[in-house]
């Protein structure tokens, strides 16, 4: 669903929001907070109250993003920028047994694929600009090394395999 609405800067912004459920998940399901950056500028704090909302567990979450990774139809960049990012940012530890056996499991339901195969990873080049670039700050973006954020995913894949 892209949702769209105008921008205090001019002109239309839009936001692009993806929710699915292939299948109950496995972890317990957890309250978390949902707040805004949007700052009141009279007072500078939030101009709208958090709320609380049902979430995957992080552990979970990345689970999925893992099997996204691996597995999606058509690749998408995203989906290899969130897993390197989380592993550089310290995030998501791929030595954590918890998450490696998770991903192992939800992987296992897919149609057995060569993961990392060329086509795969030139459909993941392929879609930094088109897919990517939009929404990163240009900062973020520029700073990303695609060779390491694959050498990320690759590891990940190689950690969960023996899970499997």
Do not use: C
Not at 100 to 121: C, M, N, Q, S, Y
Not at 142 to 158: E, M, P, Q, V, W
């Amino acid at each position: 669903m892209v949702l769209e609405y105008a921008s205090v800067f001019g002109g239309h912004g839009t936001i692009k929001l993806e929710v699915g459920q292939r299948e109950v998940p496995m972890l317990p399901v957890i309250s978390v907070p949902l707040s805004t950056l949007l700052l009141n500028p009279l007072f500078n704090e939030a101009a709208v109250a958090p709320i609380m909302v049902s979430s995957l567990s992080s552990t979970e979450a990345y689970a999925e993003k893992l099997r996204a990774a691996l597995t999606r139809r058509d690749p998408a960049p995203r989906d290899l920028y969130d897993l390197h990012h989380a592993v550089e940012s310290g995030v998501l530890d791929w030595n954590n047994e918890e998450f490696l056996r998770l991903a192992a499991r939800k992987i296992a339901t897919e149609t057995p694929t060569d993961w990392l195969a060329a086509a795969r990873i030139e459909a993941f080049r392929r879609g930094l600009v088109s897919e990517l670039r939009p929404v990163l700050r240009p900062d973020v973006y520029h700073s990303l090394d695609f060779t390491k954020a694959l050498a990320t995913i690759t590891t990940l894949a190689n950690a969960m395999k023996s899970h499997l």
